[in-house]
């Protein structure tokens, strides 16, 4: 099985920590040259720091807000006249937890812009370089939500649908140019944002941290939460050559969790 990544440019966003930093890792350890998108250059660079260097890869990064469109889209685009990426990683926080009746105009705004409209932008500006390559992998971090919508995440569960139905048919357009593109659905993972979660339903249940907590694992038939590697290692073998005749599949990786077949 072709899984190096040896002379392949990789470009990960949200990746200085949880499950973007985790794939970062994976792809230069398989050999890629990764640029690290996200807002803190002093985190960019600690993290770039950290990621494998023995196969003499370039690591490089790029400071963006996703909160604002303009300035990621510029800098995508700047930096895409001078480097051609073969695989992209779509990857970033998701929206405050809440009920979808509580749910105000902007808030569906934000996350579209947060989300959709930024993984747009950034996947089309790096698209030509792909078809010239002749190589290309389009891998989008969303949720188990697209499957089954998840309780108290209503924003983020439309949002999420809502990238899973653009990627779905971007990846028909562009299958022909041999250009993949897929969704890692990660469970309940031990990252920050699994820790606001299991903060925010015990203030707003007054329950305990704990039986929250609980509750989840019990929903959960490996009984544990998953690790940011084990996310990582399937978007690590999506962007492989191994990988080359799967696209437009959402692919869950919860520990069995997701109700669906």
Request: glycine share 6%; aromatic share 4%; with cysteine.
């Amino acid at each position: 099985m072709n899984l190096s990544l040896q002379h392949k440019n990789a470009l990960i966003c949200g990746s200085t920590q949880g499950i973007g930093f985790a794939i970062a890792k994976e792809l230069a350890l398989l050999g890629a040259h990764c640029t690290l998108v996200a807002r803190n250059e002093d985190s960019l660079q600690q993290a770039i720091a950290q990621l494998d260097k023995s196969m003499h890869q370039q690591h490089r990064y790029l400071v963006a807000d996703f909160s604002n469109n303009e300035q990621v889209k510029e800098r995508i685009q700047q930096f895409a006249k001078e480097h051609t990426i073969h695989i992209l990683v779509n990857n970033t926080g998701g929206p405050p937890a809440g009920k979808i009746t509580d749910a105000k105009d902007q808030d569906f705004l934000s996350a579209l812009h947060l989300h959709l409209i930024n993984n747009h932008n950034i996947t089309t500006a790096l698209l030509d370089g792909m078809r010239e390559a002749g190589y290309g992998r389009i891998i989008n971090v969303i949720s188990t939500s697209v499957k089954i919508p998840l309780p108290n995440l209503g924003v983020s569960n439309t949002t999420r649908a809502a990238v899973a139905a653009w990627a779905k048919t971007l990846a028909n357009e562009v299958a022909s140019a041999g250009i993949t593109v897929n969704n890692v659905l990660p469970g309940a993972t031990a990252t920050v944002r699994l820790s606001s979660i299991i903060e925010n339903k015990s203030n707003k249940t007054n329950t305990s941290l704990q039986a929250v907590e609980a509750e989840m694992l019990h929903e959960i038939p490996m009984r544990r939460f998953g690790q940011a590697e084990e996310i990582a290692a399937m978007a690590a073998f999506l962007a492989s050559p191994a990988a080359s005749y799967i696209t437009g599949q959402s692919i869950c990786v919860d520990g069995g969790r997701t109700g669906s077949i």
